[in-house]
Nanobody, 131 residues
Framework: EVQLVESGGGLVQAGGSLRLSCAASGFTFDDYAIGWFRQAPGKGRDGVSSISTSDGVTYYADSVKGRFIMSRDNAKNTVYLQMNSLKPEDTAVYYC????????????????????????WGQGTQVTVST
């Protein structure tokens, strides 16, 4: 059974930090790119970051660039999202997802993420940033 399980969410004050984890099982983790997405109440699911398979190249949305750091540990089948300098607008449910072929593209000014291309999804973890 394929599983992606997020953890590490919670309530934090603006300016604080959180570290999300996503533990994967049931598929060959090394063969999949992983993405983080988030969905705020009443809004669509937005791409936050993604990471390639073996070389660990990362891509970030402009809204989190310089504040969030994504990494993966293939030995532990886990990806992480270190979130620093959090803002109230970062409040959302955060999801990790696995993509057999990294579909992140560059528009010329920013990276574009394609949630419909991802094969597997976690259940999400709530991140709330208070003022």
């Amino acid at each position: 059974e394929v599983q992606l399980v997020e953890s590490g969410g919670g309530l934090v004050q603006a300016g604080g930090s959180l570290r999300l984890s996503c533990a994967a099982s049931g598929f060959t983790f090394d063969d999949y790119a992983i993405g983080w997405f988030r969905q705020a109440p009443g809004k669509g699911r937005d791409g936050v970051s993604s990471i390639s398979t073996s070389d660990g190249v990362t891509y970030y949305a402009d809204s989190v660039k310089g504040r969030f750091i994504m990494s993966r540990d293939n030995a532990k089948n886990t990806v992480y999202l270190q979130m620093n300098s959090l803002k109230p607008e970062d409040t959302a449910v955060y999801y990790c997802a696995a993509d057999r072929f990294l579909t992140t593209s560059y528009s010329g000014s920013h990276y574009v993420f394609y949630p419909n291309e991802y094969d597997y999804w976690g259940q999400g973890t709530q991140v709330t940033v208070s003022t």
